[in-house]
Nanobody, 122 residues
């Protein structure tokens, strides 16, 4: 049974940093893409970043480019999202997801975590 467990969310002031973690288990993720999405209240879920498990190829959403960095530790089966220069508009529930296609499209991801809340105060 595949499990994705996010951690690291919390409350931070604008301009601050947080690092989210996603611990993946239940299968081998070779060939998979691990992604981060977020959903703010009353808004659609938005693509944040994704990384390919084998080669570490990355892709970022326009709103986070230059501020967020996605990485992975294959030995620990963990994906990270380093978030710097946080803004109030980054406030959302952040979800980790895994899928077999390296894409920003939410529908292409098969497995999802429960999410972790990130709140950025102004």
């Amino acid at each position: 049974q595949v499990q994705l467990v996010e951690s690291g969310g919390g409350l931070v002031q604008a301009g601050g940093s947080l690092r989210l973690s996603c611990a993946a288990s239940g299968r081998t993720f070779s060939g998979y893409s691990l992604g981060w999405f977020r959903q703010a209240p009353e808004k659609d879920r938005e693509f944040v970043a994704r990384i390919t498990w084998n080669y570490g190829f990355t892709l970022y959403g326009d709103s986070v480019k230059g501020r967020f960095t996605i990485s992975r530790d294959n030995a620990k089966n963990t994906v990270y999202l380093q978030m710097n220069s946080l803004k109030p508009e980054d406030t959302a529930v952040y979800y980790c997801a895994a899928g077999q296609t390296a894409t920003s499209r939410e529908a292409q991801y098969d497995y999802w975590g429960q999410g972790t809340q990130v709140t950025v105060s102004s």
